[in-house]
């Protein structure tokens, strides 16, 4: 499917004011759909693309840092020729939902996509759940209160279980800064009682999250129904860089998560 379609659709002006706006025509397969939902004081903004007689539909989950759902573009118009809908939103902190990321936290993440996928209508036994960096960590806790089997992990971060409630900022970082303070994650605890379907992909000189965290992850999955791996060879943690160099790992990737989604 072309890439000159939906990025021009999906990066105009929305208005903040648009709770469930008019889908909004677009080739082929699908429509998009806006949304805006309350959290605590704030405005959630995201959206639906939405496949005709999709059987599938996968919640994208961005990281931290800058990170948007802008940056699931290539991935959703890759899922969309596969007939798969998908949903993103930008957390609170980030792209169109905007606000304060100091005060937010892990478990505020977690609940606001608890929110958007009531919200939306996402049934847990067609969803999948594709976590990038911090989203990965959200992800994970996520599929365990809604019970979702299909887990896709990009460079996925793991956190101090006492990291879950502290807001971002000093106390936040702190925890981060300790030394091997991932080991201590209930990251693993939760991908060790995973029974669904995983896949962990990440860079292999990725400065950010050691591989020794997405590696932890694959070893630790001993009840999961099956478990796929893929390591980008010389990709650091923001991938996009990476595949601007090598477009095949891309489509590998891409490829694997569909077959995930579609298990």
Known sequence: MPNTHFP???RG????????????????????????????????HGDQWLASDARRHAVLLHGGGSSTLEAFTPLREHLLGENISSTSFDFIGHGRTGGKLLGSSLHARVKQTLIVMKA???ESSEAALVGYSMGAYVALHV????????????VPA?????????????????????????????????????????????????????DAIPLTFVASAQQAASVDSYALVGGGHKLSAHYEKHPEDRETVHQRITNLIRR
Not at 23 to 41: K, R, W
Not at 143 to 154: E, F, H, N, P, V
Not at 162 to 190: C, H, K
């Open 120 to 122: 939306m209508q996402i």
């Open 13 to 44: 002006n929305i208005p903040a004011e648009v709770f469930f706006k008019q889908p909004v025509p677009a080739p082929d397969l699908m429509t998009i759909s806006t949304f805006s939902l309350d959290f605590e004081g704030h405005r959630i």
């Open 158 to 210: 793991a956190y101090a279980p006492e990291a879950f409630d502290v807001p971002f900022g000093p106390g936040f970082s702190a925890i981060l800064r300790r030394e091997n303070s991932w080991q201590e994650s209930d990251a693993f605890t939760l991908i060790r009682k995973f029974c669904g379907h995983l896949f962990v992909f990440y860079g292999s000189e990725d400065q950010v999250v050691p």
């Open 8 to 10: 021009a659709l999906l």
């Open 143 to 154: 599929a365990k209160q809604r019970q979702i089997g299909r887990l896709a992990l990009g």
